[in-house]
């Protein structure tokens, strides 16, 4: 039986300052559906989710809904009574008043692994915590249609895997916008993308999206390529005697500045599309070896009359070209250790050490350095002019603001808008933008890439890649830290803190490991109890064995894969030729997407194959 479709929209439009941000778009969400939606920051993500609840109105197209639809939205901005408390406002999830505490359980079970104070007010909440507490309300009604808007903002990895394993068990729809590849591969089925003012359906979740975006983005390659024939043709045809066939041949005239017109049109999507964020490699001014060296460093703090531990006798160095991934959870001391570092609080016991010529540049989740009242112009260029200086403070380079903010995909014509006009992702994009600048020797990243979209995260991977200062980055974004740090500073609560070598996945490994009873390949850095450091070791390996004789399963298996290659080479083919017809995807979406999604599969069948053919072949079971 097919699932009940819960939502339409159909050939929807709307505008914003009399210039479409959607033009004739569908989409329609059934039952139990798990989809991400995705696109570039202003794409207009947010609207799509207001047009869904039906908070804003469409300029034309109708919204279909059931009559009974329940809709859960976690939006980016939490509206509250601030002298309400925690759990009153998750109990204001239900959609009922009836027998509220016997519903308490469920307000618990909500807070805890959101690690909510049920009795704290709102308006004692810091911005994550409120975002945390608006996840729970969504979360407590249970509704037929839930939308998350970057649910995983200010959540920590433990909360980002309870929300994961939460959502997979999850029996109504769900519709999700997130920057955490890690978190869209494990909760998504589908995709919709947001693409130049049209939506576009992968029938497959997140993990299949770039391969069929790619494959959407070579076909639209090949219609410009034979749209310019097709011009180019019609030019050939108009040169010579025109004039004397003018009346009978105005028509075919007309059609060849349409079809001028059209290429035009298209090239400029086309080029909108593949435009991503530009910037040259960052240049750090020159740092000492060393940037900063904690001996014995303790720190505690006392919130109504509890004593919290921190750091105890915490031995640290951190030197130049160091990449530091840092996590833990929230409250755990990630951001004490930072302003320790930097030098804006003291400890309570042992010496910190730093560098000379240390020059630091810190990028705040809070936006605390971007005044919305200020343009994004005054922004970039503080003390005035036209120009953004660029580099070492000592030999700065300089670019115009215009061409600074194109570089970071900005429209120059808003570089005198104001700052609080910006969306959430705009306004990371800025604090890039202004960060990146002069990013100094020693670069500290906040929990960087909260609302930013895919092409920016990807820019920002491949900057940091290439930096050759230091660099110290605290997130959340498992994906985002495998990509840019060699070593993780985990703080585990307790004053326990560790570290390790590798991203966020050597990091779990590691501990997955501890957990089973092995040895974790780290070094403890911090504990309660007064104990050496000591660098766990890794388990002594075995001697080798001698390859055991080859069965007759695998024989078997050695003779009958070449010809699945050939089977799957010849498919790949075939594929490949289907996906050359221009106009395939115009007239049979649906055959183009699953040739498409087929293509990969047995593009990466074919891959596998090939491994398994050269491991059976040097011998290897």
Same mark, same amino acid.
Request: charged fraction near 25%; hydrophobic fraction near 35%.
């Given at each position: ?412 014509? !808003?570089?005198? *808008? /104001?700052? =609080? @006009? +910006? ?5 990371? $994009?800025?604090? #890039? ?29 491949? !900057?940091?890649? *290439? /930096?050759? =200062? @230091? +660099? ?5 974004? $498992?994906?985002? #830290? ?35 009873? =092995? @040895? ?102």
């Amino acid at each position: 039986m097919a699932a009940r479709v819960l939502i339409s929209l159909e050939d929807v439009s709307v505008k914003f300052g009399g210039k479409p941000l959607f033009e004739d778009i569908n989409l329609h969400i059934a039952e139990g559906e798990k989809i991400c939606l995705v696109g570039k920051n202003g794409a207009g993500k947010t609207t799509l989710m207001r047009l869904i609840t039906g908070e804003l109105e469409t300029d034309s197209g109708k919204r279909f809904a059931l009559p009974t639809l329940q809709v859960g939205y976690l939006a980016q901005t939490i509206n509250h009574n601030p002298s309400q408390t925690v759990r009153e406002f998750v109990l204001g999830g239900l959609n009922t008043t009836e027998n509220l505490e016997e519903k308490g359980y469920l307000a618990d079970m909500m807070m805890d692994p959101l690690e909510l104070t049920a009795s704290a007010t709102l308006g004692t909440l810091s911005g994550g915590q409120l975002r945390r507490a608006g996840l729970a309300r969504g979360l407590m009604a249970e509704p037929d249609l839930l939308l998350l808007d970057e649910p995983t903002n200010h959540l920590d990895l433990s909360a980002i895997q309870w929300l994961e394993d939460y959502l997979a068990s999850y029996r109504g729809a769900v519709l999700c916008v997130s920057h955490d590849r890690a978190f869209l591969n494990a909760i998504s089925r589908k995709v919709f993308w947001i693409d130049r003012g049209v939506i576009r359906t992968c029938p497959k979740g997140y993990k299949e999206f770039d391969a069929w975006a790619e494959q959407i983005i070579e076909q639209e390659v090949r219609e410009l390529q034979n749209l310019q024939k097709k011009v180019e043709a019609e030019v050939d045809w108009t040169q010579g005697g025109v004039t004397g066939r003018r009346k009978r041949n105005q028509r075919r005239m007309s059609e060849l500045h349409r079809l001028r017109e059209k290429l035009r049109n298209d090239k400029a999507n086309y080029k909108q599309t593949k435009q991503t964020i530009s910037l040259d490699p960052l240049l750090p001014s020159q740092a000492s070896k060393m940037i900063a060296e904690f001996k014995g460093v303790g720190k505690t703090f006392t919130r109504d009359g509890k004593v919290t531990p921190i750091l105890h006798d915490f031995h640290f160095r951190v030197m130049r070209g160091d990449k530091i991934g840092i996590l833990g959870k929230n409250g755990s001391g990630k951001s004490t250790f930072l302003k320790m570092l930097v030098d804006q609080l003291e400890p309570d016991t042992g010496t910190i050490k730093r560098g000379k010529s240390i020059d630091f540049t810190y990028f705040d989740q809070n936006r605390v350095n971007l005044d919305p009242k200020k343009t994004l112009w005054q922004t970039l260029c503080p003390d005035g002019g036209d120009y953004v200086f660029l580099g070492n403070p000592e030999n700065p380079r300089t670019q115009h603001v215009c061409g600074y903010l194109k570089n970071f995909l900005f429209d120059p014509k !808003i570089a005198r *808008d /104001y700052v =609080g @006009t +910006l969306s959430g992702g705009q306004q990371n $994009r800025l604090m #890039l933008a202004k960060a990146l600048a002069q990013p100094g020797n020693v670069l500290i990243l906040d929990e960087p890439t909260n609302d930013l979209d895919m092409d920016t995260l990807d820019m920002l991977q491949e !900057i940091l890649f *290439d /930096y050759t =200062g @230091t +660099l110290l980055l605290v997130s959340h974004d $498992r994906d985002f #830290l495998d990509r840019t740090v060699s070593s993780v500073l985990a703080f585990e609560g307790d004053a326990v803190v560790e570290s390790h070598i590798g991203g966020y996945s050597d990091y779990l490994a590691a501990k997955t490991a501890e957990l089973s009873g =092995g @040895t974790a390949k780290g070094v403890k850095l911090s504990g309660n109890k007064e104990e050496p450091v000591v660098m766990a070791q890794a388990p002594t390996p075995a001697a080798p064995r001698p390859a055991p004789k080859m069965t007759f399963k695998l024989k078997h298996e050695l003779e009958t894969l070449p010809l699945r290659m050939g089977t799957l080479e010849a498919e790949i083919a075939a594929l490949k030729e289907k996906l050359a017809d221009a106009t395939l995807y115009g007239r049979d979406p649906e055959s183009f997407d699953k040739a498409a999604l087929r293509l990969n599969e047995a593009e990466q069948e074919l891959e596998q194959a090939e491994e398994r053919w050269l491991e059976l072949s040097a011998g290897v079971g």
